[in-house]
C-alpha cells in the first residue's frame, strides 16, 4: 500500500455494514414492537431517518456517526441504557445466525464459537479488528484495537452479541463485562467473557 493510500485509509470516515442497521431495527421490532421502532426513528434527524429508512441496503457501508445516532435514539426511546443495547445485540446475533451457520455454531465450541466471531467482525466494520488475547477452560478475553468511531453502546451491542454467541455455541450462564476501554468515541476496547 502507498504512503497516500495509507494516509487516506486511515483518514476516512470508519464504516459499518447496513446489514447491521437492518439486523438492529429487526431485533428491536422484536424485543419492544413496530410502534417503539417508529418513535426510535422519529428521533432521528429527517436526514438521518431518511437514510437509514431508503437509502441503506444490506450489503453497503455507511458512516459509523449515523449506527451510534440510531443507538442513542434507541436508548433514549426506550429509557432502557445498557440492558436494551446487550439485548439488541443478543436478538441480533440470534436473527443474523440462521440455518447452515447455527448448525456451526451448534457443533463447534464455546472456544471455536469466539474465534470465528471475531473472523467475523470484518465482516461488519471496515475499521479496527479484534483479537482473542488469552483463552481458557470457560473464558476469553478479547482486545478490540482501531476501531474508530466507535461509541459506548456500539461497545455494548459486541458485548450482548458476545454473549449470545456463546450461548448458540452451547454455553450456559455466558455473561461478559468490559474490562479496559468501551467508551465513547474510544478505539479500544477489552471485554473479557465467561460460562459455565
Same mark, same amino acid.
Given at each position: ?68 445516532? &440510531? ?42 464459537? &469466539? ?33 474508530? @468511531?466507535? @461509541? ?5 451491542? &459486541? ?10 455455541? @452451547? ?26
Amino acid at each position: 500500500m502507498s504512503e497516500t493510500t495509507r494516509s487516506a485509509a486511515t483518514t476516512s470516515t470508519p464504516k459499518v455494514k447496513g446489514v447491521a442497521f437492518r439486523s438492529v431495527l429487526a431485533a428491536l421490532e422484536e424485543l419492544r414492537g413496530r410502534a417503539v421502532v417508529e418513535r426510535v426513528l422519529g428521533r432521528l434527524s429527517a436526514d438521518d431517518r431518511s437514510s437509514i429508512e431508503f437509502r441503506v441496503v444490506n450489503t453497503g457501508w455507511y458512516p459509523i456517526e449515523l449506527y451510534r445516532a &440510531l443507538f442513542a435514539a434507541i436508548v433514549v426511546e426506550t429509557g432502557e441504557g445498557e440492558a436494551i443495547v446487550r439485548a439488541i445485540g443478543a436478538a441480533a446475533v440470534r436473527r443474523d445466525v440462521t440455518g447452515v451457520y447455527r448448525l456451526m455454531f451448534k457443533i463447534l465450541s464455546p472456544e471455536s464459537v &469466539l474465534a470465528l466471531a471475531s473472523k467475523l467482525f470484518g465482516f461488519y466494520y471496515d475499521t479496527g479488528a479484534v483479537t482473542i488475547v488469552e483463552r481458557r477452560a470457560r473464558y476469553a478475553r478479547s482486545e478490540y484495537k482501531g476501531c474508530r @468511531g466507535f @461509541g459506548e453502546h456500539m461497545w455494548l451491542e &459486541l458485548l450482548g452479541s458476545s454473549e449470545e454467541m456463546l450461548r448458540i455455541g @452451547g454455553a450456559s450462564n455466558a455473561r461478559g463485562r468490559i474490562v479496559r476501554g468501551g467508551s465513547d468515541l474510544e478505539s479500544t476496547c477489552v471485554i473479557e467473557v465467561s460460562w459455565d
